[in-house]
């Protein structure tokens, strides 16, 4: 089983619509968690952390379930611009390594 | 945030030969990362590069196949050695931001063995 699990999609939704991804994770110890964006044959760039309160930026609100160990992020109001591929990346608490999920991609129509 | 750049962005390299990625960035950092990201999956931690240290390979990478160099703060080398066609992926090298839990990551090497 791999450590960092997310169902690679794609998701094909219409401008507008509201979206989310579920991550799952394997490894109780797992510290931090982090919602990452990567464009077509672009590098990486994080878009939010993932508290244990959950939290919002705009459009976008993460939340963490330790009990099911799972982390999830919702988009509101879908842009033509959000189409990319969204990475989950988990820390543990030894090593403070970034391990990555394999994505989901996400791809907005008009 | 830094600014990372990466050379060369791609090559196409025959099978048996070797390859030196080069990071630059435009700020000291103490650590620096290698990840390989290969056709349609995510990314996979090489090793991580300390300046003045060896560097810190993860399990199934070794310095013989990836060796690392890290003369500064600001600069890295990671070598693709005695290169298969399974090698063939996208290289990144990363920086850590504020905090390890963030990084800013470079453009990326696209190799393609042949």
């Known amino acids: 089983r791999k450590e960092v699990e997310q169902d690679p999609g794609p998701f094909n939704v219409p401008e507008g619509a509201t979206v989310a991804f579920n991550c799952t994770y394997s490894n109780s110890a797992s510290q931090s968690f982090f919602w990452y964006r990567q464009d077509c044959r672009k590098e990486p760039k994080l878009l939010m952390s993932v508290y244990s309160s959950g939290n919002e930026d705009g459009r976008f609100t993460a939340q963490l379930n330790r009990a099911s160990q799972y982390i999830s992020l919702l988009i509101r109001d879908s842009k033509l611009s959000d189409s990319a591929t969204y990475l989950c990346?988990?820390?543990?608490?030894?090593?403070?390594?970034?391990?990555f999920g394999g994505g989901t991609r996400l791809m907005v129509k008009p | 945030s830094a600014v990372i750049s990466q050379k060369p962005s791609r090559d196409i390299c025959q099978r048996g030969t070797s390859l030196t990625i080069q990071c630059q960035v435009d700020s000291q950092v103490t650590m620096m990362f290698w990840y390989r990201q290969q056709p349609g999956q995510s990314l996979t931690l090489i090793a991580t590069a300390n300046q003045g240290s060896e560097a810190t390979y993860e399990s199934g990478f070794v310095i013989d196949k990836f060796p690392i160099s890290r003369p500064n703060l600001t600069f890295s080398t990671l070598t693709v050695s005695n290169m298969s066609p399974e090698d063939s992926s996208i290289y990144l090298c990363?920086?850590?931001?504020?905090?390890?839990?963030?990084?800013?990551f470079g453009p990326g090497t696209r190799l393609t063995v042949t």
């Open positions: 990363s920086v850590e931001g504020g905090t390890v839990y963030e990084q800013y």
């Open positions: 990346v988990v820390i543990r608490r030894a090593g403070n390594m970034l391990t």
